[in-house]
């Protein structure tokens, strides 16, 4: 059932459990289907780095061409870090601080993308104290309903992303005249675990008309940024085909001379993800049955914060009629769980689970919960594996923590 061929056993006595494994082929072949769909005209695949911000991670995709897209001044710094080049860096997110736009000022990103009017002008100000204008470009919530999980849609008016179409118009018609302010791009991103065709296709009608009518005013718009978002299979979903999804974009655009960014993160690496973690015991409360795990929340959040839904499979078990069981980790948590109600045959300790599509959100979001250190992270690539992250060790943990010594 696992999408690679490996032998978990010996990467579980090599490297330890719990830990995180990253099929690099499988990230390029993604890689490399979005930008075949987007080959009709000039296009920048920009990572979205927060989905797996490991450096080697990056410096896959760096490698292959790509750009990123990031939402924090050190994802940034990260990214340059992993060789994507500064010209292909798009500055994300509702809440940047001062010292982070003029951190990205001065490292000659592409360009800001600005979601509020206070925004706009925070950029301008320190734009201006430097001498040099600021490339941007306004996010854009078309108001349009996703159809994906509420926590991961972003593109209506009552989530807090973008500003609305007319407020756009005035953000560019303001940065128009500023000449501390350069308005190089457009750009939206209606929601993650995209699944549907139809809203991206209106959503990118609607912000191309925009594009349309800031042309008649001589506001020349140079990138079409359609942010990231497009789904993946974790159960029975039918995903999106990247081929139809570029048609869907590029028939919006006709008559427009634009470079088109694509910002995709879940897609290029979500099913190439794969949480190894080790059974520990079982046992039963009343009639419940628990597999208990090595793993934890802390570890892959995402079943926990999202109630998403993970394929596991099982490598060992016993003799037995499967049967519904909760696997849960030791975290102190009754949220706490990989997933609940999945039939699996009789388990003994040291049985290996290994979670599907983890590759995406996993790790990036892993924390020291529990004083529990963050896992290893192994990359496999033409047949070999290697390590591209350490297990943390208590060392780690507690480095930042020194008020104690005094
Ligand atoms: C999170 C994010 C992405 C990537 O989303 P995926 O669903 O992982 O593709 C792209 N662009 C922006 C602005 C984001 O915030």
């Not at 800031?214 to 990138?223: A, E, G, T, Y």
């Not at 997933?339 to 388990?347: E, H, I, S």
């Amino acid at each position: 059932m696992s999408g690679v061929n490996i032998d978990w056993n010996r990467v579980a006595q090599e490297f330890g459990t719990p830990l995180y494994l990253y099929d690099f082929d499988h990230f390029r072949e993604q890689f490399l289907k979005l930008k075949n769909a987007f080959k009709a005209r000039k296009s920048i695949i920009a990572y979205a780095v927060k989905a797996n911000s490991n450096l080697s991670v990056v410096k896959h995709f760096a490698q292959l061409g790509s750009g990123a897209d990031c939402v924090s001044i050190l994802e940034i710094k990260r990214a340059l870090l992993a060789g994507v080049d500064k010209y292909k860096i798009i500055f994300s997110g509702v809440g940047k601080r001062d010292d982070e736009i003029e951190e990205a000022l001065r490292l000659d990103i592409l360009m800001i993308n600005v979601e509020s009017e206070g925004e706009l002008q925070r950029v301008e100000e320190i734009a201006k104290k430097r001498g040099r204008p600021a490339r941007i470009s306004v996010r854009v919530n078309p108001n349009i309903d996703p159809k994906t999980h509420p926590y991961i849609s972003t593109g209506l008016s009552k989530n807090k992303f973008g500003v609305d179409i007319e407020t756009a118009k005035k953000l560019y018609l303001y940065a128009h005249k500023s000449p501390h302010l350069e308005p190089v791009g457009i750009h939206f991103h209606i929601g993650s675990q995209l699944t549907q065709l139809e809203p991206i296709r209106e959503a990118s009608q609607i912000v191309a008309d925009l594009v349309r009518s800031l042309k008649s005013v001589n506001i020349d718009i140079r990138f079409f940024d359609v942010g990231g978002g497009l789904g993946i299979v974790y159960k029975d979903e039918t995903p999106i085909d990247p081929y139809d999804y570029g048609q869907a974009i590029l028939s919006t655009l006709s008559g427009l001379d634009l470079t088109i960014i694509c910002e995709p993160g879940r897609f290029l690496v979500g099913n190439g993800g794969y949480f190894l973690t080790r059974v520990l015991y079982e046992k039963r409360n009343g009639e419940k049955r628990f597999v208990i795990v090595d793993g934890a929340m802390n570890d892959l959040i995402r079943p926990s914060l999202y109630q998403a839904y993970h394929k596991v499979e099982l490598i060992g078990g016993e003799d037995g009629e499967p049967e519904p069981a909760d696997i849960v980790g030791p975290v102190c948590e009754s949220g706490d769980f990989l997933r609940k109600d999945v039939p699996l045959p009789p388990t003994k300790p040291g049985d290996l689970i290994v979670v599907h599509s983890a590759g995406a959100y996993g790790f990036t979001m892993a924390s020291n919960y529990n004083s529990r250190p963050r896992v290893p992270e192994i990359a496999l690539e033409n047949g070999k594996i290697r390590l591209i992250r350490r297990r943390e060790r208590f060392e780690d943990l507690i480095a930042p923590e020194i008020d104690y010594l005094i």
